[in-house]
């Protein structure tokens, strides 16, 4: 049967699954959304492309399948660049389809023609430009197999119009007809290295657990936690992992890091063995690498071979998926135990002690703020704790990049893996409320809040209308300080208070009334008192988009805090958690 090249691509993607796709049309994609009109495929028309990339990672995060955009050519794509940085980063699986200029015209700088498969080489995992409209189908699904398997991350098809109005032969490629070759993801562990690695465990007396979002990734956070329990390791979970380990498990130590808990941070300092699952040693947990848990072998688990020895060289590197891995390690651990026991050993070190020091750290250096009761000042950290008190247990929670983000990681207490969805390797500015309509797009059923900056919101707050229109009822927490915080923050305590360009106007814009002619509602909240209120209206709206304007104190900073470039054991904890350590000391005196 005889189709076109734009038929071909829509009935492709249904083939491999999509349900939805994050666009907006032009010239040289025109062709394809033709076909759109007949298919079983949502279409949701975004404001900005960026706006669609990021719709596409929040779907993804939340689902664990590939999140799919689609864009013109030129600025369409270029638009769109940031997300896909963003998705390759992090590892979200997610397929970009481009339009490109008919193939005559590639290369003579015909209007709105941009060298997609260039520009985007580098950030994403594989790119394809269809010359030929009977690869089509292979192509797509080669796109798919190589977003999901492996380390995931996002692809790009870029599609000439002249290939999508072109006829070719229908069919359906099965993954023999593939033509990827050299790309063979391992995903089996070594026997050996899983043995030696059982033996280290075993030995052991101080390890910690450096769980990354490789553990989202893998859908291993069951195996993350059998693991964890079966040795009797404390567990943290960096920025992407968030929610991959309980919070309120007693061996859960939370974030580490530049602004990680200082149990986190310290435990791992102090480690003998770190074993770390899915993570890739990134410069904000490291610190100072020279300096980083200096007295630790390392185990080092990770589908991307590229990532064992980039920063850290490990004693036991393992190429595997990190599910496959850990399960193996359990079983290990167990035979491992029992042939201590057989040669008239403990089953594994002494660890009563680590716990102990643990547990000293968790009284003294919790995570607390100076909250000042009465006073009617709105606390950062108080707004995310209000809001997680109000909320169901398997709320999901986006966020933008600075200081709200580290707060909501923070001061939010994640039960379940799924329900965090943030910009962790690139950092991206105006993530927050694209990425909340495509989470709520691709789970209906949960209720999705964005934790946002005023910074973030005004990057990209004309999605506010795409959710309006579509009737996607996210609510977005504006976390309102009037600066860039996080650039103020640095600025205050290592530029001497000289702050350069960082001032954003706490009424320009008005965020409530901005949120009406988006198609939303708008709320204020200026004093303590307000905080519940709104939240309380907030979630009794399940019809539209809410935006809230939380007036923050701009004098709050981050902590704890490690400057950057400095060891970990330089960790700032803060006027608040210094307070509370010393009455901790002298409780104990």
């Given amino acids: 049967m005889k189709i076109t090249g734009a038929q071909a691509l829509i009935r492709s993607l249904e083939k491999c699954g999509t349900e939805v796709v994050f666009g907006l049309p032009g010239g040289a994609i025109l062709p394809v959304y033709d076909p759109i009109i007949d298919s079983s495929i949502r279409h949701i028309l975004v404001r900005h492309e960026q706006g669609a990339g990021h719709a596409a990672e929040g779907y ?63 950030v994403t995992k594989h790119n394809w430009l269809i010359t030929d409209p009977a690869d089509i189908p292979r192509i797509v699904a080669e796109a798919f197999h190589v977003a999901t398997t492996g380390r995931p991350g996002p692809v790009l098809v870029d599609l000439p119009k002249d290939v999508s109005n072109a006829e070719m032969e229908w069919y359906w490629p099965t993954e023999a007809d593939f033509d990827l070759p050299g790309y063979r993801p391992n995903l089996r562990p070594h ?12 030995a052991a007396e101080r390890p910690v657990i450096y769980a990354g979002g490789g553990i989202l990734k893998a859908r291993a956070a069951e195996a993350l936690r059998a693991l964890a329990e079966q040795c009797q390791i404390p567990v943290t979970t960096t920025l992407m992992a968030r929610g991959a380990f309980p919070d ?5 130590l939370g974030m580490p890091g530049m602004h990680g808990e200082y149990t986190a941070v310290t435990a791992i300092q102090k480690s003998d063995l770190l074993i770390a699952l899915g993570s890739r040693f990134d410069d904000r947990v490291t610190g100072k690498v020279a300096d980083f848990a200096p007295g630790a072998k390392v185990i080092h688990v990770d589908v991307d071979p590229a990532e064992l020895g980039k920063v850290r060289t490990p004693e036991v590197p ?42 000293e750290w968790k009284r003294t250096y919790p995570l607390v703020y100076d909250k000042e009761p009465g006073d009617g000042t709105v606390k950062p950290q108080g707004v995310i704790e209000t809001l997680r008190e109000m909320t169901l247990d398997d709320t999901i ?11 909501a990681s923070q001061y939010w207490k994640f039960h379940y893996p799924y ?114 209120p709104a939240i309380d209206k907030a979630n009794s ?39 509370h350590a010393a009455r901790q000391k002298g409780a104990v005196k």
Avoid at 335 to 356: F, L, N, T, V
Avoid at 397 to 407: F, I, N
Avoid at 499 to 527: F, Q
Avoid at 565 to 574: A, E, L, R
């Fill in 60 to 122: 993804a995060h939340v689902t664990g399948r590939p999140g799919v955009a689609m864009v013109t050519s030129g600025p369409g794509l270029t638009n769109m660049v940031t997300a896909l940085l963003d998705a390759y980063m992090d590892s979200i699986p997610m397929v970009c389809i481009s339009g490109q200029v008919p193939r005559p015209a590639i290369g003579t700088d015909a209007f709105q023609e941009c060298d997609a498969t260039g520009i985007t080489m580098n």
């Fill in 191 to 202: 026997p050996r290295m899983i043995t030696e690695a059982a033996r280290l465990i075993a």
């Fill in 248 to 252: 309120e498990h007693p061996l859960s």
């Fill in 318 to 359: 393992i190429v595997a998926d990190c599910k496959m891995a850990i399960e193996e390690l359990v079983r290990a651990h167990a035979k491992e135990m029992s042939r201590r026991e057989s040669a008239g050993e403990a089953a594994q070190a002494d660890r009563s002690g680590w716990h102990a020091q643990i547990a």
């Fill in 397 to 407: 929670l986006v966020s933008g990049v600075g200081q709200h983000q580290m707060w």
């Fill in 419 to 532: 329900t965090w969805v943030n910009s962790g390797g690139a950092g991206t500015m105006g993530f927050a409320v694209p990425a909340a309509l495509g989470a709520k797009v691709g789970r209906p059923d949960r209720t999705v809040w964005a934790v946002d900056g005023d910074g973030c919101f005004q990057m990209t707050a004309q999605e506010i209308v795409t959710a309006a229109m579509e009737r996607i009822p996210i609510k977005v927490a504006i976390l309102n300080n009037a600066y860039l915080g996080m650039v103020r923050q640095w600025q205050e305590l290592f530029y001497e208070e000289r702050y350069s360009e960082v001032y954003l106007s706490p009424d320009l814009p008005d965020y409530v009334k901005w949120t009406e002619a988006m198609g939303g509602i708008g709320l204020r909240v200026e004093s303590e008192d307000e905080v519940a």
């Fill in 541 to 579: 709206i399940t019809d539209r988009p809410v935006v809230i304007d939380f007036r923050i104190d701009a004098r709050e900073k981050v902590y704890p805090m490690v400057p950057a470039g400095h060891p970990n054991d330089d960790i700032m904890v803060g006027p608040a958690i210094e307070a």
